[in-house]
């Protein structure tokens, strides 16, 4: 006999409740990885800009007390450096105003990562919804900076494709590439996708509303100091390869190989050809919902930096990307998606502990228990190998995909 639909509506409610239970008690326990905010942006920035009592603008070059020389401004996104700001006028009387702020930022990022798990749940079901959930590595980067700021608004905008919304998805994107910039690799999928439908002028209008709402949120940022707005594209333009990336890997594993910005140029143009060839040439016009991990991948493997927030962005697209494949008929990808999340958990310690070693060394203190490079190159080689294992069956299993699915499901 086939359930009532109050029946099951209470059913899903009630399972709803049981992961949103779960969530807060993983979210707990991953802020107690790190009460005080050791390595974090927020504690950091805050402790650099707004010790005095100030709530000084984040896109102006500003001179600490009792220091001559000035900070440079703020190097994330328009909507990043409003957050950054606002939360600056909240305070709830702790004595530590470094904490008092930390606090506030872990709170607001696990209420934001609670319901960017419902909503992976909504557009998937509630046991894919649950791998996200239990992502260690997600939970540990998530009071690390701002990123799950941006993260929400580009899975919103990913359902509203999904149904069909373009231009609430086109807004939605717009608010999270002016949030973190990630998101804009999704326009390539995006575009593909429209081609492939035939559907020109869709596509282009979507491409035009996410740009022209870009423009229109960070427009002001920059009339009123442009160097400080653009400080950000700069300061990730310039930088050099380093820490975490996999230009680093082999010089941790005792590999004397040096890579140029245009081995690093080389390999990212070269991934993002082999990501266009393939959304090209699947059979079916593959959903965006199910592409979006691919583009962030290629944009992320090369990068000339490693974050330990690579885990918040890929995570959750993973487990949307996976979404139509049943685990019984695709055990590889279900099993190097967990052999990933593994070796990305122990990465993020390996990272940490390696660096702290490093710094220690540095300042001329022997560290208790010395991370070594070999050691942490290891654990590196292993983050890399999982995760491209994980990407390799997961495009084979794309190839095989059936016709899109659209979902009616939106927050």
């Given at each position: 006999m086939r359930k009532s639909r109050a029946a099951i509506n209470k059913s899903k409610r009630k399972q709803y409740f049981l992961i949103s239970v779960a969530?807060?008690?993983?979210?707990?326990?991953?802020?107690?990885?790190?009460?005080?905010?050791?390595?974090?942006?927020?504690?950091?920035f805050y402790g650099m800009r707004f010790m005095d009592g100030g709530h000084h603008w984040p896109y102006t070059p500003y001179i600490p007390l009792g220091s001559t020389q000035p900070l440079n401004p703020i190097e994330y996104p328009a909507l990043t450096g409003l957050i950054v700001w606002g939360l600056t006028f909240f305070g709830f009387?702790?004595?530590?105003?470094?904490?008092?702020?930390?606090?506030?930022?872990?709170?607001?990022?696990?209420?934001?990562?609670?319901?960017t798990v419902f909503?992976?749940?909504?557009?998937?079901?509630?046991?894919?919804?649950?791998?996200?959930?239990?992502?260690?590595?997600?939970?540990?980067?998530?009071?690390?900076?701002?990123?799950?700021?941006?993260?929400?608004?580009?899975?919103?905008?990913?359902?509203?494709?999904?149904?069909?919304?373009?231009?609430?998805?086109?807004?939605?994107?717009?608010v999270s590439i002016a949030t973190k910039f990630f998101p804009i690799v999704l326009l390539l999928p995006a575009t593909i996708f429209f081609f492939r439908e035939k559907r020109i002028n869709d596509g282009a209008k979507?491409?035009?509303?996410?740009?022209?709402?870009?423009?229109?949120?960070?427009?002001?940022?920059?009339?009123?100091?442009?160097?400080?707005?653009?400080?950000?594209?700069?300061?990730s333009f310039e930088r050099t390869l380093g820490e975490g990336s996999f230009f680093n890997l082999f010089k941790k594993l005792g590999v004397d190989v040096t890579f140029s910005d245009a081995i690093y140029y080389l390999l990212n143009v070269l991934v993002?050809?082999?990501?266009?060839?393939?959304?090209?040439?699947?059979?079916?016009?593959?959903?965006?919902?199910?592409?979006?991990?691919?583009?962030?991948?290629?944009?992320?493997?090369?990068?000339?930096?490693?974050?330990?927030?690579?885990?918040?962005?890929?995570?959750?697209?993973?487990?949307?990307?996976?979404?139509?494949?049943?685990?019984?008929?695709?055990?590889?990808?279900?099993?190097?998606?967990?052999?990933?999340?593994?070796?990305?958990?122990?990465?993020?310690?390996?990272?940490?502990?390696?660096?702290?070693?490093?710094?220690?060394?540095?300042?001329?203190?022997?560290?208790?228990?010395?991370?070594?490079?070999?050691?942490?190159g290891i654990i590196a080689l292993a983050r890399y190998s999982t995760i491209v294992l994980f990407i390799t069956f997961l495009v084979l299993g794309i190839l095989k995909l059936g016709p899109i699915q659209p979902i009616n499901k939106t927050p």
């Open positions: 969530a807060l008690t993983i979210l707990i326990w991953g802020f107690l990885q790190n009460p005080l905010g050791q390595f974090s942006d927020i504690r950091g009387g702790f004595e530590d105003p470094i904490l008092n702020y930390y606090y506030l930022n872990s709170f607001l990022a696990a209420i934001l990562f609670m319901i909503l992976v749940a909504r557009y998937s079901n509630l046991k894919i919804a649950l791998l996200l959930l239990l992502s260690l590595a997600s939970i540990r980067s998530l009071n690390l900076n701002w990123d799950i700021w941006a993260v929400l608004p580009m899975i919103v905008a990913l359902g509203m494709f999904q149904a069909k919304k373009y231009t609430t998805s086109a807004v939605l994107l717009a979507y491409i035009f509303t996410t740009f022209g709402v870009w423009v229109a949120i960070n427009l002001p940022f920059a009339i009123i100091d442009f160097s400080g707005w653009s400080y950000f594209y700069r300061f993002f050809i082999v990501l266009i060839i393939l959304l090209l040439k699947t059979k079916v016009n593959v959903d965006l919902m199910t592409t979006s991990f691919l583009a962030v991948f290629a944009f992320t493997i090369f990068g000339k930096q490693y974050s330990m927030q690579y885990a918040l962005w890929l995570t959750p697209l993973a487990v949307l990307s996976i979404r139509r494949f049943n685990w019984r008929r695709n055990k590889r990808i279900f099993v190097t998606f967990v052999a990933w999340q593994i070796a990305e958990y122990f990465f993020h310690i390996a990272y940490f502990k390696n660096v702290f070693s490093r710094v220690m060394v540095e300042r001329g203190v022997e560290p208790v228990m010395l991370f070594s490079d070999e050691r942490y």
